[in-house]
């Protein structure tokens, strides 16, 4: 089975200053086209997850710019460049090559503002 | 707006069965993929099950395939997931999500959750 790490587990911000999330997958998300199956998703206090990036470095549409994402493989970075006080909640990524035997999430990564 | 409305709170018994639907809306159902997830109380997401709605054909998780069915209404633009057998440690709140093109990557639009308890 594919097992899916992030790092840190646990992050407090302050406002204005960037952060980074590590997610790590135990086997490569990258496909023969090019692509890695990789999602991030923040699920925010008391509400649903939503979808920040897909592909790996795509941002999903109304998403701001200061969400990015990167990496190839079997390691990826979600990076907020300036952390607004919004984006507290938990971070999620989850890896979509390995259907139909499973959609992996990562344990989540649980942002908090300093 | 890609919109998906879920059924209300389920309280379950031990040994029966729970149906949770997940309207569509703002997108088309036809066109799109459903993915359905659980969140126990401070866990991580678990993914249950998956269909792409066109041609209805459905993938399960292995932990919940000798007991979960997941189908469509197109219609009604309206998925369904029914676990049965429940256990107390089924209680969970119970998640739909969409991909409006079939993908199984990008799941745009979330339904706002089921809460199922299972309890005798």
């Known amino acids: 089975d594919i097992v899916m790490t992030q790092s840190p587990l646990s992050l407090s911000v302050t406002p204005g200053e960037p952060a980074s999330i590590s997610c790590r997958s135990s086997?490569?998300?990258?496909?023969?086209?090019?692509?890695?199956?990789l999602d991030w998703y923040l699920q925010k206090p008391g509400q649903s997850p939503q979808l920040l990036i897909y592909?790996?470095?795509n941002r999903a549409s109304g998403v701001p710019d200061r969400f990015s994402g990167s990496g190839s493989g079997t390691d990826f970075t979600l990076t907020i460049s300036r952390v607004e006080a919004e984006d507290v909640g938990v971070y999620y990524c989850?890896?979509?090559?390995?259907?139909?035997?499973?959609?992996?999430f990562g344990p989540g990564t649980k942002v908090d503002i300093k | 707006q890609m919109q998906l409305v879920q059924s209300g709170p389920e309280v379950k018994k031990p040994g029966t069965s729970v149906k949770v639907s997940c309207k569509a809306s703002?997108?088309?159902?036809?066109?799109?993929?459903v993915l359905w997830l659980r969140q126990a109380r401070g866990q991580r997401l678990e993914w249950i099950g998956w269909?792409?709605?066109?041609?209805?054909?459905?993938n399960y998780a292995q932990n919940f395939r000798d007991r979960v069915t997941i189908n469509r209404d197109t219609p009604t633009g309206t998925a369904y997931m029914e676990l049965s057998s429940l256990r107390s440690d089924d209680t969970a709140m119970y998640f739909c999500?969409?991909?409006?093109?079939?993908?199984?990557?990008?799941?745009?639009?979330w339904g706002q959750g089921t809460m199922v308890t299972v309890s005798s």
């Open positions: 999500a969409a991909n409006p093109w079939g993908l199984r990557y990008a799941f745009d639009a």
């Open positions: 703002g997108f088309s159902f036809v066109s799109s993929s």
């Open positions: 269909i792409v709605v066109g041609s209805g054909n459905t």
């Open positions: 086997q490569s998300l990258l496909q023969n086209n090019g692509y890695n199956y």
């Open positions: 592909l790996a470095s």
């Open positions: 989850m890896e979509t090559l390995h259907t139909p035997r499973g959609f992996t």
